[in-house]
């Protein structure tokens, strides 16, 4: 199996922007790694068992799960503890494991930065694919410029699955997804924008990068706390224009 190429990712803080609850909090985060590129096809077709038929491009048409999945596949094959525990469809993430997992979404905002505090790291059309590119499907990564840690297509391209939960009073059980797409424009292209989607719902222009780093913690971990979801869960209020709540 092809290496897959990871950058270390200095600590720092982070600032994150929750829409609903016009919240602003500051997030301190130790060094830990991410995938210099997102998952692509050859490499999930590896792991997986199945086939590539664009090996470069990004993988997309995976599911949070599957994703997830995938992490403790690929820990498996490299001999290393499996962050994730499954119980059906619930999971649990083991914070002090060395596996692969998927980063918490304040990692992928200061990885995606990269020291930037503009929206952007760099002229769109140098660092991403975008709808003002006119392609019609992901294209093979590393074809635009890498921010200042190295890091090709966090913005634009296709969307990256990250572990957390979008807004679980109104959202239920989504999951966040960072950097806008292929098809997206300038103002979903910027490191601060939230989606997310249905854990187990594939899309044609969401994938994911993974993450590794294990911490002496238990239940939190890099901006991410069992806590503060069942808190989350629990608050109601506006919500933003254009939001469509399941619940």
Known sequence: MRDIAMARIPGGTVTLH???????????LEPFEIGVYPITEELLAEI???TA???DRPAVEVSWLRAVRFCNALSE???LDHAYAFEGEQVTWSVD??????PTEAEWEHACRAG???PQYGPLGDVAWTSADGVTSPQNVGGRHPNLFGLFDTLGNVWEWCWD???????????VFRGGGFADDAWSVRASTRRGGDPRTAQDDVGFRVARGGFDAVGEAQGWSAAADRERAEVDGPVPSGWTPTK
């Open 77 to 79: 094959w490299e001999g």
């Open 165 to 175: 939960l979008l807004d679980p009073a109104r959202y239920g059980e989504y999951r």
């Open 97 to 102: 494991a060395d596996g692969y997992r998927l």
């Open 18 to 28: 929750d829409a609903r609850r016009r919240l602003r909090r500051a997030v301190a």
């Open 48 to 50: 997986l068992g199945i």
């Open 53 to 55: 038929s664009h090996p």
């Open 116 to 118: 930037s505090a503009t």
